[in-house]
């Protein structure tokens, strides 16, 4: 089947640094990946839709300018969580969509210190 | 606005029991409901996916049945096993050209052995 992967699986920063979290199809094209965040003992919030090429799509209550999303080619989106700080620590998770279906990576541990 | 509701929260089998996993969403214009397994500190899983025009898929031990016009889902699991301990999350993608998908906030199992 598709595989979505991410780098890094966890990461540990200090507060106000900004952290990149890579997310690639591995074996087939993803014309539009999905970033989520999940709060623990929560279920996945939908942060934004991007597609290749294009700016991405924010959920009410996200800050676009916090969380950049660059979905520069059809196998690779990332984002960057700008002065990041300890409220944003969380799971963040990334989907995408091809094949007729959706396809989600094994997540990144984001701890802010 | 999609809401998607899972019950219970939590649950706690032994070993061998057969069990239901419930899900309801309030809009019933639904193009397909998946439902997902979790690991801590994992992505997701997908475990069945059922189109909207479909009333129930089946993988080995897992059946999942779809009421569209109730805003009904089920996960039944049959002969647990302490394996299956996780959460189970559902998710519903709507009509239209939108492909994000709502999910329920996930029911977490654990089966004694």
């Known amino acids: 089947g598709a595989v979505v992967s991410q780098h890094p699986s966890w990461v540990i920063c200090k507060s106000g640094t900004s952290v990149k979290i890579e997310c690639r199809s591995l074996?087939?094209?993803?014309?539009?990946m999905f970033w989520y965040r999940q709060f623990p003992k929560q279920s996945l919030m939908l942060m934004a839709t991007?597609?290749?090429?294009?700016?991405?799509?924010?959920e009410q209550g996200v800050e676009k300018d916090k969380f950049l999303i660059n979905h520069a080619s059809l196998t690779l989106s990332t984002l960057t969580v700008t002065s990041a700080h300890p409220e944003d620590s969380s799971f963040y998770i990334c989907?995408?969509?091809?094949?007729?279906?959706?396809?989600f990576g094994p997540g990144t541990r984001l701890t802010v210190l | 606005k999609q809401e998607v509701t899972q019950i219970p929260a939590a649950l706690s089998v032994p070993e061998g029991e057969n069990l239901v996993l419930n899900c309801s969403f309030t809009d019933s214009a639904i193009y397909n409901l998946q439902w997902f397994r979790q690991d801590p500190g994992k992505g997701l899983t997908s475990l069945l996916l059922?189109?909207?025009?479909?009333r129930e898929q089946t993988s080995g031990r897992l059946n999942a049945s779809l009421d569209k016009s109730s805003g009904r889902s089920t996960l039944y699991i049959a002969a647990s096993q302490p394996g299956d301990s996780a959460t189970y999350l559902c998710?519903?993608?709507?009509?239209?050209?939108?492909?994000?998908?709502?999910f329920g906030s996930g029911t977490q199992l654990t089966v004694l052995p």
């Open positions: 059922i189109q909207s025009s479909q």
């Open positions: 998710a519903v993608r709507p009509n239209g050209s939108a492909r994000q998908l709502t």
């Open positions: 991007s597609n290749e090429g294009s700016k991405a799509t924010y």
């Open positions: 989907s995408a969509s091809g094949q007729g279906a959706q396809y």
């Open positions: 074996d087939f094209q993803a014309t539009t």
